[in-house]
Nanobody, 121 residues
Framework: VQLQASGGGSVQAGGSLRLSCASS?????MGWFRQVPGKEREFVAISGRGGRTVYADSVKGRFTISRDNAKKMVYLQMNSLKPEDTAVYYC???????????????????WGQGTLVTVSS
């Protein structure tokens, strides 16, 4: 499975960005993680079977994950962005996750190349 993320950029605090991720194949789970230098990759959101979505507490109410299965795409709409949202955002996918592993980056088999989001104050 090949994943290609896009849509990153620079925005002021309070602004919005929409990330996109194109997959070469359909997968059961598609999600987003983010990482800043010197820190571990952090779970952001996931879209699973039956339209189930899970969010990190830090983005709940501000970010929305959505999927277009026909196009094999996943999106992350990010609103009310904060400087602490600055990171490289990675698209991830897998077919065999269990609930307890959805937030664990090591559980995902497929990763995109990352797209940088910079939020200035």
């Amino acid at each position: 499975v090949q994943l290609q993320a896009s849509g990153g950029g620079s925005v002021q605090a309070g602004g919005s960005l929409r990330l996109s991720c194109a997959s070469s194949e359909r997968t059961s789970f598609m999600g987003w993680f983010r990482q800043v230098p010197g820190k571990e990759r952090e779970f952001v959101a996931i879209s699973g079977r039956g339209g189930r979505t899970v969010y990190a507490d830090s983005v709940k109410g501000r970010f929305t994950i959505s999927r277009d299965n026909a196009k094999k795409m996943v999106y992350l709409q990010m609103n009310s962005l904060k400087p602490e949202d600055t990171a490289v955002y990675y698209c991830a996918a897998d077919n065999t996750l269990i609930s307890s592993s959805m937030r664990d980056a090591s559980a995902y088999d497929y990763w995109g190349q990352g797209t940088l989001v910079t939020v200035s104050s």
